[in-house]
């Protein structure tokens, strides 16, 4: 082999390394917010379980995305009369109703997320937004930079009239290149159906 020749293996082998670094460093495999597939041979992190809270019921809803961020609705509580913070007590109007749920940014860079602008939509498709001063009381995010490959798991307060029942909750993901103003948000059922 002559000087050449080497020096042409050297730049191709070269050449490979970057772009399979390049590849490897830049993922297309979005991060699941909820538990792998049934039959799934990938493998997954060793996210501890967590003990459902008293008064909530866990969800089993699949993992939705909206845009580039994938939620994963994990506990509801409903009939709430008061919260209670570290320094206040606060009556429902009606009932409280909490949410909890993991949200994972899949997008590769970081996203301006509104962790308060989920809508909630009762049996009588009235619409809710989060009640303020409750997600102050519980110390829950407002807006956050969610960074790329970041998950985040929190709950959503409600104050709804006594006698409605939760049936969906519209999320939102943040802007996309298809949706700039994050304008349409993604409706997800409460109960499998």
Do not use: W
């Not at 002559?2 to 297309?28: I, L």
């Not at 992190?45 to 969800?59: F, I, N, W």
């Not at 939705?64 to 109007?93: C, M, N, Q, R, W």
Request: glycine fraction near 8%.
């Amino acid at each position: 082999m002559t000087v050449a020749e080497a020096r042409v293996r050297v730049r191709v082998v070269a050449a490979v390394v970057v772009a399979v670094a390049g590849v490897a460093g830049c993922g297309t495999e979005p991060v699941a917010a909820g538990p792998a597939p049934a039959g799934s041979s990938a493998e997954t992190y060793p996210v501890p379980v967590q003990t459902v809270r008293p008064d909530e019921k866990a969800l089993r809803v699949p993992t939705t995305s909206d845009g580039d961020t994938a939620f994963t609705l994990i506990g509801l509580t409903t009939g709430v009369d008061t919260l209670i913070g570290s320094h206040a007590e606060y009556p429902a109007k009606g009932q409280f109703v909490r949410v909890r749920m993991s949200v994972v940014n899949n997008g590769r860079s970081s996203a301006s997320f509104a962790a308060r602008r989920h809508v909630l939509i009762d049996d009588s498709r009235a619409e809710h937004t989060p009640d303020p001063q409750a997600m102050t009381i519980k110390r829950q995010p407002d807006v956050i930079d969610l960074g790329a490959n970041v998950r985040l798991e929190y709950d959503v307060y409600y104050d709804i009239p006594k006698e409605a029942k939760p049936q969906a909750l519209r999320v939102f993901g943040g802007p996309t290149l298809t949706d700039l103003k994050d304008e349409t948000g993604t409706e997800i059922p409460l109960a499998q159906p």
